[in-house]
């Protein structure tokens, strides 16, 4: 089964423009991941936030993580058409963080 | 440094076949995790081997077995397969007992089943 659900699902835009991705979860967890994936391949790791952790950036990305309304936030700043892929956020089931319990995705188009 | 690597990576086989997949994990990874992607889903977990045994497992049926090797690397192995077996089926590595460690993904295999 899911454990999170991205919001939305699809997403186009410009190249230079933000985007910004939800997930929300259902559990308790130790930690949540986002991953992307180009056509259909292998997943990429973006970034890693601990449960005790609210916000964190690496380079044009930022993660926040709200374990209150257990939910978090990719945003992409100045996105470019290399960005174009399908993006998703994983959670570990909070009993243990090896098994990724992975939402649906968010389909990001960036337009050159 | 070699990240996750998987063979083949297209496979055709008919319903009722059988069929292995490979995986050989990162370097330095002890622990092999693999996961299902049907189209437009999200990865589902299958199952997780550490120390050559089965360590965790996903909701799906005994037609889904595996193994690791004395080297960490691993196979998946689906017997009688059947038209909804098609899938993207995706390989992870990771540290065991390092906490909130990251896990790579390989390429992954694409099966179809006719």
């Known amino acids: 089964s899911q454990q999170g659900e991205e919001d939305p699902q699809a997403l186009s835009i410009q190249e230079g423009e933000n985007a910004t991705m939800n997930c929300s979860y259902k559990?308790?967890?130790?930690?949540l991941q986002w991953y992307r994936q180009n056509s259909g391949r292998g997943l990429v790791h973006l970034i890693l936030?601990?449960?005790?952790?609210r916000e964190k950036h690496s380079g044009r990305l930022r993660v926040t993580l709200d374990t209150s309304k257990k939910s978090s936030s990719l945003l992409i700043t100045a996105s470019r058409a290399a960005d174009t892929a399908s993006y998703f956020c994983?959670?570990?089931?909070?009993?243990?963080?090896?098994?990724?319990?992975f939402g649906t995705g968010t389909r990001l188009q960036v337009f050159p | 440094d070699a990240g996750v690597t998987q063979s083949p990576t297209h496979l055709i086989k008919t319903r009722g076949q059988q069929v292995t997949l490979r995986c050989s994990p990162k370097?330095?990874?002890?622990?092999v995790s693999w996961y299902q992607q049907a189209l437009g889903q999200g990865p589902q977990f299958i199952f997780q081997?550490?120390?050559?045994?089965?360590?965790q497992r996903g909701n799906f049926p005994d037609r889904f077995s595996g193994h690791q090797f004395p080297n960490y690397s691993s196979e998946l192995n689906v017997n009688a397969l059947l038209l909804g077996d098609s899938a993207l089926y995706l390989c992870?590595?990771?540290?065991?007992?390092?906490?909130?460690?990251?896990?790579?993904f390989g390429p992954g295999t694409r099966l179809t089943v006719l």
């Open positions: 994983a959670t570990d089931s909070g009993v243990n963080t090896d098994k990724l319990i």
């Open positions: 081997y550490y120390e050559e045994e089965e360590r």
């Open positions: 370097s330095g990874h002890d622990t």
């Open positions: 559990t308790s967890i130790n930690n």
């Open positions: 992870a590595s990771s540290r065991l007992l390092v906490n909130t460690d990251t896990q790579y």
């Open positions: 936030i601990r449960s005790n952790e």
